[in-house]
């Protein structure tokens, strides 16, 4: 049996696979692929108003952005829903969105989701979830989000 076989898995910022999950942690725990491979501890723990950003997409891209509704008692797991965009700014081919908080996207249900942790600007552990096998998503920095533009892919 190979380690993938054995499910759930995550995997840590370093590229390690483990089956433990610590809320607190990159997956600290020891187990017996080795001790402790990613020791890191969040930096941030997500709250309600929350946004996190998933961009995705084959030969265009796709922004989407989700706020955190509900934080479970556990911490480890959050309810999100999509929220509506907003273009900020065009140029040819593409455009930067935002999200528009307080928004639910085609009245969407909130998606209970387990948050794990990311590597997502190279520097620090923060939190983010799986949206698809094709998507994750990430916390928000604040910054617009290049998507392509209508007519261009869409």
């Known amino acids: 049996m190979t380690m993938m076989d054995r499910l759930p898995l995550y995997e840590c910022p370093r590229g390690h696979w483990t089956e433990h999950y610590e809320p607190d ?17 969040l930096t941030y723990h997500p709250q309600v108003g929350d946004l996190f950003s998933s961009s995705w997409g084959y030969d265009q891209t796709n922004v989407d952005f989700y706020e955190v509704v ?13 929220t509506y965009t907003e273009a900020i700014g065009e140029n040819v081919g593409s455009v930067r969105v935002v999200p528009v908080p307080g928004t639910v996207y085609r009245d969407e249900v909130p998606m209970l989701k387990r948050i794990r942790t990311s590597y997502s600007d190279g520097t620090r552990c923060t939190p983010a979830f799986n949206i698809a096998s094709y998507a994750d998503a990430y916390l928000w920095d604040g910054a617009s989000k290049y998507e392509t533009a209508q007519g261009w892919g869409h």
């Open 70 to 82: 509900e934080v479970t008692k556990s911490g480890k797991s959050v309810r999100v829903v999509q």
């Open 25 to 41: 942690t990159c997956m600290a725990q020891d187990d017996e692929y080795g001790p402790g491979l990613c020791g890191e501890r």
